[in-house]
């Protein structure tokens, strides 16, 4: 035939290289490894064996970064189970989940050597079970909520005259929508976020623990007065069951004395009643006080002092005349 031209040599030549590359690469994979007793069997991994990996990849962690997470654990927010697990307040339960186990492995007592490393792992429990709970999960969401917006007005008031913001909004094909969007999935929103969280719990905390001793003092002084008014029953019952036992005595008492006015007396030795004699009582005049050894005058009776001057009687032929260190009046 025909010689062939340049380029159709090279592009032969080519096509020849490729075709052995893609036999050798088959024989390769064909080939065992060495070490091995014959063709490889090895098949997708299963999702049952996830589980198995991990804790053979955590197997290997270092004790530092177990240490570390331990610490972590420890000293998070007490009030905020999505800290303790270290995720996202917008996580859902896959996520709450697939941390949970990925640190509890990681702080598992059996594991660690943390001295604390058992605690560690309780509060990740005890963080899991509060997620879990749809009343309590609820109102975490409740105060989450009230923080975000609070952080969401800052941001408005903040980036209010923000030209970059306007430019920005400009050429997103959603406005300032979704540049407020992307911004709160950045580490900035979240770090906000989550401070502006902590503030509103640590309150709503503070509030229950004031509720709580409120009610308890409340409940203090209940008891008390509730005792006190149980003393002061019983007090009142042996009082009145005291009186009632007295009774005849002082029914007896009031018939001796009344005998007595009236001049009867008791029975005598031999049965028979004696009339006794009829005390009579001696009145005597009230003390005059005529003198006074620290006052010097005279008191008068009780009945003497208000007396009335007596009018002073003139003599027949006496001429009324002023009394003595008066002198007359001049005519």
């Given at each position: 035939?025909?010689p062939?031209?340049?380029?159709?040599?090279?592009s032969?030549?080519?096509?020849a290289?490729?075709?052995?590359?893609?036999?050798?690469?088959?024989?390769?994979?064909?080939t065992p490894?060495?070490?091995?007793?014959g063709?490889?069997?090895?098949e997708?991994?299963?999702?049952a064996?996830?589980?198995?990996?991990?804790?053979?990849?955590?197997?290997?962690?270092?004790?530092?970064?177990?240490d570390?997470?331990?610490?972590?654990?420890?000293?998070?927010?007490?009030?905020?189970p999505?800290?303790?697990?270290?995720?996202?307040?917008?996580?859902?339960?896959s996520?709450?989940?697939?941390?949970?186990?990925?640190?509890s492995?990681?702080?598992?007592?059996?594991?660690?050597?943390?001295?604390?490393?058992?605690?560690?792992?309780?509060i990740?429990?005890?963080?899991q079970?509060?997620?879990?709970?749809?009343?309590?999960?609820?109102?975490?969401?409740?105060?989450?909520?009230?923080?975000?917006?609070d952080v969401r007005k800052?941001?408005?008031?903040?980036?209010?005259?923000?030209s970059?913001?306007?430019?920005?909004a400009?050429?997103?094909e959603?406005?300032?929508a979704?540049v407020?969007?992307?911004?709160?999935?950045?580490d900035e929103?979240h770090?906000?976020?989550?401070?502006k969280?902590?503030?509103?719990?640590?309150?709503?905390?503070?509030?229950?623990r004031k509720?709580?001793?409120?009610?308890?003092?409340e409940?203090?002084?209940d008891?008390?007065?509730?005792?006190?008014?149980k003393e002061?029953?019983?007090?009142?019952?042996?009082k009145?069951?005291?009186?009632?036992?007295?009774?005849?005595?002082?029914?007896?008492?009031?018939?001796?004395?009344?005998?007595?006015k009236r001049?009867?007396?008791?029975e005598?030795?031999?049965?028979?009643?004696?009339?006794?004699?009829?005390?009579?009582g001696?009145?005597?005049?009230?003390?005059?006080k005529?003198?006074?050894?620290?006052k010097?005058?005279?008191?008068?009776?009780?009945?003497e002092?208000?007396?009335?001057?007596?009018p002073?009687?003139?003599?027949?032929?006496?001429?009324n005349?002023?009394?003595?260190?008066?002198?007359?009046?001049?005519?």
């Amino acid at each position: 035939g025909a010689p062939a031209s340049a380029p159709d040599a090279a592009s032969g030549s080519a096509a020849a290289a490729a075709a052995k590359g893609d036999a050798s690469t088959d024989l390769t994979a064909a080939t065992p490894a060495a070490g091995d007793a014959g063709p490889s069997t090895s098949e997708p991994t299963a999702p049952a064996d996830i589980d198995a990996l991990l804790k053979e990849f955590y197997g290997d962690v270092k004790d530092v970064d177990r240490d570390n997470e331990v610490n972590r654990i420890l000293w998070a927010f007490k009030l905020n189970p999505f800290e303790r697990l270290n995720l996202r307040f917008d996580a859902t339960d896959s996520e709450v989940k697939k941390q949970y186990r990925k640190l509890s492995l990681m702080v598992h007592p059996d594991k660690c050597k943390h001295p604390q490393a058992s605690t560690a792992f309780d509060i990740l429990g005890e963080a899991q079970k509060q997620l879990f709970n749809e009343e309590l999960r609820n109102f975490i969401n409740m105060v989450l909520d009230t923080a975000r917006e609070d952080v969401r007005k800052a941001r408005r008031k903040q980036t209010k005259h923000d030209s970059a913001v306007r430019v920005a909004a400009m050429l997103s094909e959603e406005g300032r929508a979704g540049v407020e969007a992307a911004w709160e999935q950045s580490d900035e929103f979240h770090e906000q976020w989550r401070m502006k969280a902590r503030e509103y719990m640590a309150q709503t905390e503070w509030k229950r623990r004031k509720t709580v001793h409120r009610l308890k003092d409340e409940l203090a002084r209940d008891e008390t007065a509730a005792k006190e008014a149980k003393e002061a029953a019983k007090k009142k019952k042996e009082k009145e069951k005291e009186w009632e036992k007295s009774r005849d005595k002082r029914v007896n008492t009031w018939r001796d004395f009344a005998n007595k006015k009236r001049g009867i007396s008791d029975e005598s030795a031999d049965g028979t009643k004696a009339k006794a004699k009829k005390s009579v009582g001696e009145t005597k005049a009230p003390k005059l006080k005529t003198n006074d050894e620290d006052k010097l005058y005279v008191q008068r009776p009780v009945t003497e002092q208000f007396r009335p001057a007596q009018p002073v009687q003139m003599k027949q032929g006496q001429i009324n005349q002023p009394p003595p260190g008066q002198n007359r009046p001049r005519r």
